[in-house]
Nanobody, 125 residues
Framework: QVTLVESGGGLVQAGGSLRLACTASGRTFSPLAMGWFRQAPGKEREFVAAINWSGTSTSHADSVKGRFTISRDNAKKTQYLQMNSLKPEDTAVYYC??????????????????WGQGTQVTVSA
């Protein structure tokens, strides 16, 4: 069993920055593929960013490309989402996700077997 705990959400003004962190616990080895998704009120959960097991390959949604950066530290079993130039439309609950079976990138929620509890990010205009 893997437990994912997120931190770093909060309230920020447009143009500001936040860094989300997601730490895995409960197993002796690191998760493989990891990713971030978000869900705004009344909308479906959407892909934000993904990173492969070694951290050498990443993918970002077009809506956040150039502003958000995903990274990971396997020694700490932690992935990060650095969010810069935040916009009001980035307001959502952000979820981290992890897979113990997929090594590469995945942009689909169904690929991930483990999810964090979610952290609220609110960007004011």
């Amino acid at each position: 069993q893997v437990t994912l705990v997120e931190s770093g959400g909060g309230l920020v003004q447009a143009g500001g920055s936040l860094r989300l962190a997601c730490t895995a616990s409960g197993r002796t080895f690191s998760p493989l593929a990891m990713g971030w998704f978000r869900q705004a009120p009344g909308k479906e959960r959407e892909f934000v960013a993904a990173i492969n097991w070694s951290g050498t390959s990443t993918s970002h949604a077009d809506s956040v490309k150039g502003r958000f950066t995903i990274s990971r530290d396997n020694a700490k079993k932690t992935q990060y989402l650095q969010m810069n130039s935040l916009k009001p439309e980035d307001t959502a609950v952000y979820y981290c996700a992890a897979s113990l079976t997929i090594h590469g990138l995945s942009m689909t929620p169904q690929s991930y077997g483990y999810w964090g509890q979610g952290t609220q990010v609110t960007v004011s205009a």
